[in-house]
């Protein structure tokens, strides 16, 4: 991971073996209709609660957000949408997050793989939660789902 990528973790609350509780997601969430897998799980015991805003790789004037709050990225978006996804590739996904600015849905899937769902459309992000952020700070473009 970046220099850049890390200062902007540890400026929004994140550190090396930082642990988050994330029981508090799990009961929400299974209120919505979601679950988490074990790799999300592990993924938000480390970034869970981060809010984190970054210059837009894109737009350097200006200002992007992205949020590993499960449970509120769950509430602005939908689980059917998550189950429709799982569907569709038959891979089983939780909800992580949201990018954009609360425009993308961002969800793991049990091997760690992260994906965005925007407009839509299913895209991988990165193999792994941190190449995902990285690739999210550095605006590495999307790979749609096909």
Not at 13 to 27: A, D, N, S, T, V
Not at 46 to 74: D, E, I, M, Q
Not at 110 to 130: F, I, P, R, T
Request: hydrophobic share 35%.
């Amino acid at each position: 991971m970046k220099i850049s990528t890390k200062k902007l973790l540890r400026e929004s609350g994140w550190y090396e073996g930082r642990i988050f509780e994330i029981e508090g997601y799990k009961k929400k969430l299974k209120k919505l209709g979601c679950s988490l897998n074990e790799a999300a799980k592990e993924f938000l015991r480390s970034f869970g609660g981060l809010y984190v805003s970054h210059p837009n790789p894109r737009h350097p004037s200006s200002w992007s957000k992205f949020h590993f709050n499960a449970y509120k990225a769950a509430q602005e978006f939908s689980c059917e949408l998550v189950k429709f996804y799982e569907h569709e590739f038959g891979i089983q996904l939780s909800v992580i997050g949201t990018d954009s600015n609360n425009y993308i849905l961002l969800m793991m899937d049990e091997n760690g793989k992260v994906y965005a769902s925007m407009d839509n459309v299913l895209y991988s992000v990165g193999e792994s939660g941190m190449e995902a952020i990285e690739n999210i700070c550095t605006g590495k473009k999307l790979t749609k789902i096909t």
